[in-house]
Structures are given as C-alpha cells and as structure tokens.
C-alpha cells in the first residue's frame, strides 16, 4: 500500500507525545528529528523536508493544553495542516473553457500512464462533469498507443479521432479541435507522444500543439513509484511548456510517497487527479487534506 513506511513512522511518532502536558524543546526536538528521518526515508524532497519540519518545529514549542486537546494532538494537527499545504492546501479543481471545446493535453513520459490517464480523465469527466470529451491519438511514434486509445475509446463507447501514425501530430491536434466543434463534442482530451527522457525534439512538438489553440490544461502524468525522478521530470516538462498540474498514476502500488508530498512545493503546480488501479475508473480527484489524514491514520 502506497505511504505505508511513512505512515508507520510518523504514527508511532505521534503516539509517544500525545498524551504529555507540555511539550519542551527537547520533546519537540526528538520528535522533529524522527519526522525529519520518516520524510527522507519516503524519498521527500531534502528542500521541502527542511521547510517542512522548520514549520511544524515553530508551531510545535511551548504548547500547552489548550481547550481539552493536550499538546500532542495539537501537534498531530499541526502536522495534518502542513502535510495538507505541502500538498497544496485546497483541492484544484479542473479548468473548462468558456467557448468550446475546452482543451487538454496530457503528456508524460513513456509508461507513465498517459494513454491510461487520458481514457480515465474522458471517464471521469462524462460521469462527474456531464461533459462530452473526444479522445485524440497524437502519439503516433508508437503505434501501440493509438490502438491502445482506441480499444478504451471502445470499452467506454467514447469517440477517438485518429490518423494512423503517418500523419503529424499537429495536425492530428488541429483537426481534432474542428471535429469536436462540428460534433458538438465540449472537451478534447489530447494523448501526446512520450519519449523514455526528456528530450529537445519532444518538448518542440508538445509547444507546436500547444500553439494551436492555448490548451485549458495540460496535465502531465506521472509515475508516482518514481519518485524524486517524478519531480524532477515535472520541473522540466513545467519549465520547457508550462504544466497546469500533474496527475500522479499508481499509487495503488507500494509508493513511498516521496513524489506526492514534494511535487506540489517544488514546481508549484497542484497534483488534480490520482491514478489508483489499472481499471478505467481508477482515477480520483485529489484532496490534500484527505491524503494528510490517511498518512496520519
Ligand atoms: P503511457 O506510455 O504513459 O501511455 O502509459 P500507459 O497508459 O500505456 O500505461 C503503462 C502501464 O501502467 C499500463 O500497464 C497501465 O495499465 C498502467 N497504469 C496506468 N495508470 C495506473 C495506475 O494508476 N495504477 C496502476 N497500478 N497501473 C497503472
């Protein structure tokens, strides 16, 4: 289960302080050093650890029993409320168009989830949203994917517009957006290519689409078992195109959390969907509080 480590650590944590009258410098000390320890350990980012504990270390000294709550729930409030900012605070919810369609390209790296994520997120948004998505297959370098998009397209009797790989990905984009519009189809859901790195030639062709007509969102989908290389990966798509958030896929996997707690900090950009399970509907929402609450147990 995803967090596991991370929540065994900062649960046993908190149980040895909950029940004391007054929290000293020294308690706050030894306390801030497991939590330090819980965070590094779940591969948090060593900047937003530091922020992290000098934060809750503030909040934490001199508390006292204060309206029946002894300092140690305090501090696991404490800490509940900056886990929650650390992961941005209130949810971000999705951004649609005032003129249709509204548009969303989704890019990430290879084996990410992306083709996955983009049937899900045109699921999710027909249910939750009462929208009429088209899935668009612009990876056309593995031919893979547009067969892929189109076996969801059918699962969940959505409409696919694709071209075969012969054709160019911008112009895949470009028609796809007039399809929707004489279709009457209100959200076009772009599946872009993914490379196994970063690389000049893909960023290049994510901006080219991106110039057609300025996406709504653009969400990059990333592997939430990867961890610091997950953040890393979301600073250079953020800083080369510009993301409006990330979708973190596979936390249904044994994550230690690591990417979740440290992508929101260091990029700036919220996480707005979570990917739990390889089945269409396994995709939620994200709620920051939600996820503090379940690391705290
Ligand atoms: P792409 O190369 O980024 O388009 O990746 P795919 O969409 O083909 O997904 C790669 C693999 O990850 C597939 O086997 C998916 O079923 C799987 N996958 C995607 N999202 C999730 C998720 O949230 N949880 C799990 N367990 N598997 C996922």
Redesign the pocket.
């Known amino acids: 289960m995803a967090f596991e480590g991370l929540s065994e650590r900062l649960q046993g944590t908190m149980t040895k302080i909950k029940g004391k009258g007054k929290l000293s410098e020294a308690d706050v000390k030894e306390m801030m050093r497991e939590v330090r320890f819980a965070l590094i350990e779940a591969d948090v980012n060593l900047k937003v650890v530091k922020s992290f504990i000098k934060k809750v270390s503030e909040r934490a000294v001199g508390l006292e029993v204060m309206e029946s709550l002894t300092p140690g729930q305090q501090v696991v409030k404490i800490v509940k409320d900056e886990l929650t900012e650390l992961m941005g605070g209130e949810q971000s919810k999705i951004e649609f168009a005032t003129r249709q369609p509204t548009v969303i390209m989704m890019v ?10 983009t049937g899900k997120l045109a699921g999710v948004l027909r249910k939750k949203n009462n929208r009429k998505p088209l899935l668009v297959a612009a990876d056309v370098y593995r031919p893979a ?1 547009i067969n ?1 998009l189109e076996t969801i397209g059918k699962q969940l009797s959505l409409p696919v517009f694709s071209k075969g790989t012969d054709a160019n990905p911008v112009d895949i984009a470009r028609e796809a957006i007039e399809h929707a519009k004489a279709e009457h189809l209100d959200t076009v859901i772009i599946d872009t290519a ?1 490379r196994l790195h970063v690389d000049e030639q893909l960023m290049q062709e994510l901006k080219d689409i991106r110039s057609i007509k300025e996406p709504d969102e653009i969400f990059l ?1 990333v592997d939430a078992m990867t961890g610091q290389d997950a953040v890393n990966v979301a600073q250079s798509f953020d800083d080369a195109i510009g993301i409006t958030g990330v979708v973190l ?5 044994d994550t230690r959390g690591g990417a979740a707690l440290s992508i929101r900090t260091v990029t700036e950009k919220p996480i707005k969907y979570i ?4 089945k269409m509907d ?1 995709l939620e929402p994200f709620h920051p509080e939600r996820m503090a609450s379940r690391i705290l147990g």
């Open positions: 990430g790296l290879q084996g990410a989830g992306k083709t996955t994520t994917a892929q993914g989908v896929t596979k936390l249904d996997g990917g739990t399970g390889e396994a």
